[in-house]
Every structure is written in C-alpha cells, then in structure tokens.
Antibody
Framework: QVQLQESGPGLVKPSQTLSLTCTVS??????????WSWIRQPAGKGLEWIGR???????NYNPSLQSRVTISVDTSKNQFSLQLTSVTAADTAVYYC????????????????WGQGTLVTVSS | DIQMTQSPSSLSASVGDRVTITCRAS??????LNWYQQKPGKAPKLLIY???TLQSGVPSRFSGSGSGTDFTLTISRLQPEDFATYYC?????????FGQGTRLEIK
C-alpha cells in the first residue's frame, strides 16, 4: 500500500520561498511509470494542480505558476519536493502530494494515492 | 490550457435519489476524464478514471459516461456517505486541470 506524507513549514513569510517535501512509502518512487504531483486547495475553494515530476526528473508545471515553481525528486530518499518562490497570501492553501497512477502515460493518468495534506499559511 | 467546467456548483438531494453531475471540457479530451470525491478535512478520493472505470472498492452506484467534451457522473441511489464535494479532472493534456467542484448536500 503506497503512502505519501507531506512535510515542511506551516508558516511562510510573504516574498519568501515555500518548500515542501513528500515522502513516499510502501513502494519505490522509481517503480512503474508513475508521475508524482503537487496539488493545492485554498480554504473553501477547489483543487489546483501545481505540477508533476517523473523519477527521471522530467517535469510539467501549471502555466499559471510555472515562473515560480520548481519540483525536484530524490530517488535515494524516495522523496519529491516543491519550491514556490515569491509567495503571497494567495498561496495560502492546503498542499497535497499525489501519485499519478502506477503506469501513467498517454492520458491514462489519475491521482490514485494522496497525502493527507499540509496547511501552509503565508503571513508576516 | 484546457478548462473544465462543472455543473451544477451545488446540489441538494435526498437519500435514495439519483443525481447527475456534469463536466464539460473546453476542447476534446477523448475519454481522459477522472472523478474524485472529497469530504471536509480529507484528501480527495479517486472514484472513476478514464470516464467510466470504477476505482477498486468504489460502490457500483457510482457510474460515469461521456466522451469528447461532455461527461457525467451519476450516483444511482444516494447514501448518507455520498454527501461530499465532487471534482472532475482531465488527464488528456499533461497540464492537468480540475473542474471547480460540485457540492452535494442533503435536502
């Protein structure tokens, strides 16, 4: 059973960089053809996909966030990470990490495992 | 970018009702449409992938249909545990996008 766990600071100051890590257990981050995504949800609002990474390091980002987002992977630690720069109050949200299916490809991708989510508040 | 639009945004129904939620894509996404259920304070849960395939463990009262730009999620006989928010998501483009959500409330 694959499990994901987000970790990182719960409070970030405006203009600084938000950094989160997702630790994967119960399976290798390099196995199959999985992509690994970050998704966020402001309080009372909908889901916003941030970006995804493959074990090789290949990435895709939401165009609306691309200039501020970096997702990286550390296969030796079975982790992937999110960095979001120049944050504002609008970046306050619950951040989820998720797996894009065991064999994501050709559109056959879906978020089958999720972390519990971590609340990040941007405030001075 | 592919925009996903759900309707209605909210819906009131009773236990035992049949309900349908619609999701429309701004361009054809073939059958690459997924549905999630989210309860308050919890991570979303995958219900259906590629339009109509039920994720393991999901009750058969949930079903999905559609193709191209128009898709539906149907719950045939609402149970108390089905009252939640539902999201569609396209995976046709590697730049994923979600619908804005449909909140299903008890009447």
């Amino acid at each position: 059973q694959v499990q994901l766990q987000e970790s990182g600071p719960g409070l970030v100051k405006p203009s600084q960089t938000l950094s989160l890590t997702c630790t994967v257990s119960g399976g290798s981050i390099s196995s199959g053809s999985s992509y690994w995504s970050w998704i966020r949800q402001p309080a009372g609002k909908g889901l916003e996909w941030i970006g995804r990474i493959y074990a090789s390091g290949s990435t895709n980002y939401n165009p609306s966030l691309q200039s501020r987002v970096t997702i990286s992977v550390d296969t030796s630690k079975n982790q992937f990470s999110l960095q979001l720069t120049s944050v504002t109050a609008a970046d306050t949200a619950v951040y989820y990490c998720a797996r894009d299916g065991a064999y994501c490809g050709g559109g056959l991708c879906f978020f089958d495992y999720w972390g519990q989510g971590t609340l990040v508040t941007v405030s001075s | 970018d592919i925009q996903m639009t759900q309707s209605p945004s909210s819906l009131s129904a009773s236990v035992g009702d049949r309900v349908t939620i619609t999701c429309r894509a701004s361009q054809s996404i073939s059958s690459y449409l997924n549905w999630y259920q989210q309860k308050p304070g919890k991570a979303p849960k995958l219900l259906i992938y590629t339009t109509s395939t039920l994720q393991s463990g999901v009750p058969s009262r949930f079903s999905g249909s559609g193709s191209g730009t128009d898709f539906t999620l149907t719950i045939s006989r609402l149970q108390p545990e089905d009252f939640a928010t539902y999201y569609c998501q396209q995976s046709y483009s590697p730049l994923y996008s979600f619908g804005q959500g449909t909140r299903l409330e008890i009447k």
